[in-house]
């Protein structure tokens, strides 16, 4: 590889950003935290990022077009920058940046997995207890109306990027649906 190689974009590396960008966007809406009672901490805010993210890969990896599994990789990637990069903001020092960017990956990894298997069998109990674990952690008993009505948002979120077509999202676009505003 020469000296310009090393200066080369990797493929969907902007759109990846984009999407991503858009996936922490949609994470930040006030109802999260005013209406479900989502802790407003650095915990609290990695969840709703984690799940959205989450929910733009599952769309992205069940595309038959080869450019989804691609954009889902550079999602991914986008994340784990920014947590890089956050933390570096944050102040924490370089030698503990790699541990702690590895326990975050850990628990996105294990978050994704958990939210996937309810999405993909139906399960809105399950997913409402995988939430009630990660988001609120168990302080909420699964059966609570705002971990129910975070894995109904989760399920109506899954339905909407599964609707939009991948040309959009090449392009950097996706939307994800406002949460409910009414009270927890």
Known sequence: MGLFGLFRRK?????????????????????FF???GVPDTLDGRFD??????GLLIRRLHRDADPRGPALAQAVFDAMFADMDFN???MGVGD???ARRVKNMWEAFHGRAQAYEAAL???????LAAA?????WRGEQPAEAPAPRRLADFAFTADAALAAQGLEAMSRGVAQFPAPEEEAA
């Open 11 to 31: 493929p969907h590396e902007r759109q990846g950003f984009e999407l991503y960008t858009a996936a922490v966007q949609a994470a930040r809406h006030p109802a």
């Open 34 to 36: 005013a209406g479900l």
């Open 48 to 53: 709703l990022v984690a799940l959205h993210v």
């Open 87 to 89: 933390l570096r903001e």
């Open 95 to 97: 030698m503990s940046i």
């Open 120 to 126: 993909a069998a139906g399960d809105r109990a399950g």
């Open 131 to 135: 939430l009630a674990r990660n988001v």
